[in-house]
């Protein structure tokens, strides 16, 4: 039987122990190799907002699954450039039979009333400001991987939390894996999609923390985003080399990417020897060919 058969849209309906194996495998998958299967099936990856790591290790974890990946890049070319909405479009690849459908889409799409409509799982690969469930498993997957348990340990989030799908995902997820989650923001920068501990003091917040994750400041999704002072903001919120000294010995550095550089994190950070920040886009794969192998039953 498989674990995991649904759709993951968000985070609430998936369990403790399914997230257990689902790390365990993604785990495995990231010391062996493994022959392709399943050869002629096809996963529809439909991106109607713009991406790199989410969309390019899908595409991967595709590959390493046996599976082919269908691109419908940000709709150009497609009918969408003659009318077509996002749902008909999504709901016409569906009818082309593709095991999965993963969708990045904005705020505007209900993916819960498309899911109704379409018989392959949907696995949301970020959707507006709601969830990007497969970023928040691969950042603390990334995590378990350092440390082996994750309960007790201490995650800081700092930055635009408000816009960031990213960390409401991370609200959804934190309890069931033990995390204890913070963030660290400007007052018109917090969510309230949570209520989980806010320092308004960055120093006194990463004093706090086992790892630290910055997010992007999301100027696409602010109506007065120019209005953002970006020296004052990388002075008190930076994850820069001077901020940083009060960050505990022994504690990471994360972000999800993209970055602006020199805003919420220094170019130098990322290089660190305590910067998780590649090994979360390397850990993506991993962890999204852990999902569509325990979607399809398989076990390692
Ligand atoms: N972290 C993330 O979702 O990056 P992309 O927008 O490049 O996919």
Not at 59 to 80: I, M, N, P
Not at 95 to 124: H, Q, T, W
Not at 125 to 146: I, M, N, S, Y
Request: neutral net charge; glycine residues 6%.
């Amino acid at each position: 039987m498989s674990l995991f058969d649904g759709s993951l849209i968000d985070l609430n309906s998936i369990s403790s122990q399914t997230i257990d194996t689902l790390f365990n495998l993604a785990s495995s998958l990231k010391k062996q190799s493994r022959p392709p299967q399943h050869q002629g099936q096809t996963v529809a990856l439909l991106f109607f907002e713009p991406s790199t790591r989410t969309r390019m290790s899908f595409e991967t974890a595709a590959a390493r699954s046996g599976l082919t990946a269908l691109v419908f890049d940000g709709g150009q070319k497609t009918s969408l450039e003659k009318g077509e909405t996002v749902e008909d479009s999504i709901l016409n690849v569906a009818a082309m039979g593709p095991e999965y459908l993963v969708i990045r889409c904005g705020d505007e799409i209900n993916l819960r009333a498309i899911s109704k409509f379409v018989s392959a799982p949907i696995l949301n690969a970020g959707w507006g400001v709601q969830g990007h469930p497969t970023q928040a498993l691969l950042d603390t997957f990334t995590l378990r991987e350092k440390w082996e348990r994750l309960e007790e340990r201490k995650l800081l989030i700092v930055g635009d939390v408000r816009h960031s799908r990213v960390a409401h995902s991370h609200f959804e997820l934190a309890s069931k894996v033990g995390l204890q989650i913070a963030v660290c923001c400007p007052e018109e920068m917090r969510s309230e999609k949570s209520s989980v501990k806010y320092f308004s003091d960055l120093s006194e917040a990463l004093s706090w923390c086992d790892a630290v994750m910055a997010l992007r400041v999301q100027f696409e999704r602010h109506s007065d985003g120019s209005q953002l002072n970006r020296e004052v903001y990388s002075e008190k919120y930076g994850l820069n080399k001077r901020n940083l000294r009060t960050l505990k010995s022994g504690s990471f550095v994360m972000h999800p990417g993209p970055i602006n550089h020199g805003l919420e994190m220094d170019s130098e950070v990322i290089h660190q020897r305590n910067s998780l920040v590649l090994s979360q886009v390397s850990h993506g794969v991993f962890l999204r060919e852990a999902l569509f192998r325990m979607a399809r039953g398989e076990t390692w």
